[in-house]
């Protein structure tokens, strides 16, 4: 870990931890009872160990995707900063989900839980702690690419499997590169849950197939705008003209 990092994530836990005054109202996920203690601090989600640390209360500064980001996903890697790195990718939101969703199979199991656990985070708070499990048994599915068998319990896990292992097996089928779940990966880019679009659309930028791109251009324009942060970025990945040129016409619409 080189010292500017360091630097950096200690600067980091002065800006997350700033002596704030609470928000009139903080929101938690009807599962889980309202966070307690914010009397002076403004404290981050408690990272992937499942600790008690009250939720984000909108008044911390923002931070710089572009610098901040990198630095923080090299962090990750370093156990004596995971911590750390976890609550400023977290903090970072929807800049953060393609990275993650990338390490969310490393080949380190501590890696893989810190990633999982800041997807879950930033998308959907209730799925975080199952994210983890699903990322671990497909993450052993990827050991052996060449097995079809293994392919196949991917994509019914995509189709039929619990929330938690249709992300999973998304991110994996993304992983391998391959084109045998092209048609199931384009299928799940309508699925009625945020989070499975999301992995969708990051493992069909992976797979960068041409027929792709229309149905990466039309989430350009969804509402969500994680859903566009990660179409944006796939679309990048494939880096065709025709990908290239979906981003343009959306920068104009937006501007």
Do not use: C
């Amino acid at each position: 870990m080189s010292e500017a990092i360091q630097r950096l994530l200690t600067s980091l836990d002065d800006l997350l931890f700033l002596e704030a005054d609470p928000p009139a109202e903080v929101s938690a996920p009807p599962s889980e009872p309202q966070p307690q203690g914010f009397e002076t601090r403004a404290v981050v989600l408690a990272p992937m160990l499942g600790g008690d640390q009250p939720s984000l209360t909108g008044n911390e500064p923002a931070l710089n995707a572009d610098k901040t980001l990198p630095m923080a996903v090299e962090a990750l890697h370093d156990p004596d900063f995971r911590e750390r790195a976890t609550r400023t990718l977290i903090r970072l939101g929807d800049s953060a989900v393609p990275a993650l969703l990338s390490m969310m199979h490393d080949d380190d199991p501590e890696v893989r839980h810190a990633a999982s656990w800041a997807v879950g985070q930033i998308a959907d708070r209730r799925l975080a702690v199952r994210l983890r499990r699903g990322a671990n048994w497909t993450y052993h599915a990827l050991t052996e690419p060449h097995n079809q068998h293994l392919v196949a319990r991917l994509v019914d896990a995509l189709l039929y499997g619990s929330r938690e292992s249709a992300v999973a097996s998304a991110v994996a089928l993304g992983r391998l590169r391959g084109r045998r779940a092209l048609t199931e990966l384009t299928e799940a880019l309508n699925d009625p849950y945020p989070l499975i679009r999301l992995a969708a659309l990051w493992a069909l930028g992976q797979i960068g197939a041409e027929e792709s791109i229309p149905h990466l251009a039309d989430a350009l324009y969804d509402p969500d705008h994680t859903i566009v942060r990660v179409a944006a970025d796939a679309l990048r990945s494939i880096g065709s003209p025709g990908a290239l040129a979906a981003i343009s016409l959306w920068q104009m619409a937006d501007s």
